[in-house]
């Protein structure tokens, strides 16, 4: 399934969370884990606290979208990390 990712600086809530988290990057590895999210965000407004505070989630996760932005800019930046990720075979349709 595809999906456009939210812009840095969206915040959302969770599935199943309380706490509003603002995305901070997308497509990130989880460095202990090797695993790949598409998204890393903080709690909000608390903001980047320490690695251990960090939200690793992917986007079937999100349940709400409390901020966000889009413009014409942002779809430029989507379209080139699309273009990214297919020629580096990190793409999955």
Same mark, same amino acid.
């Given at each position: 399934? +595809? @999906? #456009?990712? /939210?812009?840095?600086?969206? &915040? ?11 995305? /901070? !990057?997308?497509? =990130?590895? =989880?460095? @202990?884990? +090797?695993? &790949? ?6 709690? /909000?407004? +608390?903001?980047?606290?320490? #690695? ?5 989630f992917q986007h079937f +996760?999100?349940?709400k979208v409390l901020y !966000?932005?889009? %413009?014409?800019?942002r779809r430029r930046i ?10 580096? %075979?990190? /793409?999955?349709?």
């Open positions: 399934m +595809e @999906f #456009e990712y /939210y812009p840095i600086g969206t &915040v959302v809530i969770l599935k199943n969370g309380t706490k509003p988290v603002m995305i /901070y !990057g997308r497509k =990130q590895l =989880q460095a @202990f884990t +090797e695993k &790949v999210w598409d998204y890393v965000g903080c709690l /909000y407004p +608390e903001g980047n606290i320490n #690695e251990k505070y960090n939200v690793f +996760e999100i349940d !966000g932005i889009c %413009n014409r800019r989507r379209k080139r990390i699309k273009k990214s990720m297919i020629l580096n %075979n990190l /793409y999955i349709n």
